[in-house]
């Protein structure tokens, strides 16, 4: 149904839309619809073990597909990023050595990249690992986005989020009310919820650009269209406020 929301979504004006794809058929399909979004999404897990489950395709399968797909989303004059799932550890294979995530993320710079996001995808990073990772990430893609993408699974997604800021990372992906989640393995949960992400670095003093309140409003709103409770810090406590501020 991602044309069907495409069509349904009503957003300010300079919100990017993008799309995201796992092969060259799904961007086919993407391209039919090309007035409906503005950037287009690549993705491959580091492991060999998750990306065959997760798309039946070997790694090296996934990135030669990349090479081609990144020539003809440039072609359309559209903005590519690429996200790497299982950054931070299989749970099929056991940890994944830095050296083979950053040398994917470094082939899709290569191909036009202008945003790599690494993903925590079921959850098995620690924070100093975190800040280790995105220290030597910033060093070895200069002048790309570099994002981090931690789920919760464990409760250690914010103090991830944490490690990476203080590394220098200044994009984060995250999702209001902890929503999404993976397909495998089972038991993953979504991505840090925003709220919860844009309540922390608030009180930090990091300015973000975003509207607490609404955000956390918002959340609440998705929390009864869904008809059951989300599992943010945010949506029962409220921004925090401080006595006579």
Known sequence: DGV???HGVDLPTGVERMVLVPNSRGLDNALRH????EAVGLFVSASQTHNQRNINRTVEQ???DTTVMAKRILAEGLRLSAVIATSFGCPYEGPVPMERV???????????AVEVGFGDTTGMANPAYAGRFFASALDRLPGVEVTAHFHNTRGQGLANAYAALEAGCTSFESS???LGGCPV???STGNIATEDLVSMFHEMGVETGVDLPALIQTARDAQTTLGRRLTSHSIVAGPVVWAGG
């Open 34 to 37: 090309r007035g409906l979004f």
């Open 62 to 64: 996934t990135m030669a």
């Open 4 to 6: 069907e929301v495409l």
């Open 176 to 178: 209001f009310g902890e």
């Open 102 to 112: 950053l040398g994917l993320a470094e082939q899709f710079a290569e191909a036009g």
């Open 185 to 187: 393995p089972a038991g």
